[in-house]
């Protein structure tokens, strides 16, 4: 069982960033892959970015964020981070971050095993 805490959320105008922090419980951290998702009002909860540590630190992010987003993870620290730069009115949602036992790139909701109560980020026009 592993319990994920997100923290950093909050109101930033457009053009500003923010850095989330994910707090992982447990001593298995780097055996998951961890992923962020996102969920506006009244849309389904959509990928963010994903990183998975095998043999070094894979990446991937939605199309959305590319370029703006960087997820990043300290596993002897047992937290994953989502560095937020250049953001957007749209990049307004509940943020969640996600824990998979299976150590694969996932951009669906089902793949993942745990995940957090959620942070929010407003970014105001």
């Known amino acids: 069982q592993v319990q994920l805490v997100e923290s950093g959320g909050g109101l930033v105008q457009a053009g500003g960033s923010l850095r989330l922090s994910c707090a992982a419980s447990?001593?298995?951290?780097?055996?998951?892959?961890m992923g962020w998702f996102r969920q506006a009002p009244g849309k389904e909860r959509e990928f963010v970015a994903t990183?998975?540590?095998?043999?070094?630190?894979?990446?991937y992010y939605a199309d959305s964020v590319k370029g703006r987003f960087t997820i990043s993870r300290d596993n002897a620290k047992n937290t994953v981070y989502l560095q937020m730069n250049s953001l957007k009115p749209e990049d307004t949602a509940v943020y969640y971050c996600a824990a998979s036992v299976q150590r694969v790139v996932a951009v669906t909701a089902d793949r993942y095993d745990y995940w957090g109560q959620g942070t929010q980020v407003t970014v105001s026009s």
């Open positions: 447990g001593r298995t951290f780097s055996n998951y892959a």
């Open positions: 990183t998975i540590y095998w043999g070094g630190v894979n990446t």
